[in-house]
C-alpha cells in the first residue's frame, strides 16, 4: 500500500457517516444501498487498496466475473448442478444420526425418501427444518 492511499484510508476512517455516504455517492454515481455507514466505508477502502495494487489479481478477477455468470438465475444454478453430478448420482448427508441418501434424477429433479423434489435446498429444508443452500448442504458447492 502506498503512502497516498494509506492517508486515503485513513481519511476515510475520519470521516462521518453522512460523509461517507456522501463519499460513497460520488465514488460509485448512484445512491448508496440502505446498509451501515461502516460498510460503505470498507467498500470505500477495499477500491483504494485495489487501486494503490493496480487492480485485482486477474484469477480473482476471472473467479468473480464466473460466479456472476453462473448465478444470473437460480434455474442457471440448478441447472449447472444438475449438470456437473450427472443422472444417477447419489448424495450422501450424515444429519441428526441419520445417513440421508438423495439421487439426481432427469429434468432437474431429485429423488429423496420415496418421493420427486425440484431442489436439493427443498429437501435440505425437509431434514433440518432450517433454511440452507442445498447444494452447500449436500456438499456439491463450497
Known amino acids: 500500500m502506498t503512502l497516498e492511499s494509506d492517508n486515503a484510508i485513513k481519511a476515510i476512517a475520519g470521516m462521518s457517516a453522512p460523509?461517507?455516504?456522501?463519499?460513497?455517492?460520488?465514488?460509485?454515481?448512484?445512491?448508496?444501498?440502505?446498509?451501515?455507514?461502516?460498510?460503505?466505508?470498507?467498500?470505500?477502502?477495499?477500491?483504494?487498496?485495489?487501486?494503490?495494487?493496480?487492480?485485482?489479481?486477474?484469477?480473482?478477477?476471472?473467479?468473480?466475473r464466473d460466479l456472476v455468470v453462473s448465478t444470473d438465475s437460480d434455474s442457471a444454478v440448478q441447472a449447472s448442478h444438475r449438470k456437473a453430478l450427472g443422472h444417477g448420482t447419489q448424495l450422501l448427508r450424515e444429519w441428526g444420526g441419520q445417513t440421508h441418501r438423495v439421487t439426481v434424477e432427469a429434468e432437474g429433479r431429485y429423488t429423496y425418501a420415496g418421493e420427486t423434489w425440484r431442489s436439493l435446498s427443498a429437501i435440505a429444508y425437509a431434514i433440518t427444518g432450517a433454511r440452507w443452500s442445498g447444494p452447500r448442504f449436500f456438499g456439491t458447492r463450497a
Open 19 to 64: 460523509q461517507i455516504i456522501l463519499e460513497w455517492e460520488r465514488v460509485h454515481g448512484i445512491p448508496p444501498p440502505a446498509i451501515a455507514p461502516s460498510l460503505l466505508a470498507r467498500d470505500l477502502a477495499h477500491r483504494e487498496q485495489v487501486e494503490a495494487a493496480d487492480g485485482i489479481d486477474k484469477r480473482l478477477e476471472r473467479r468473480i
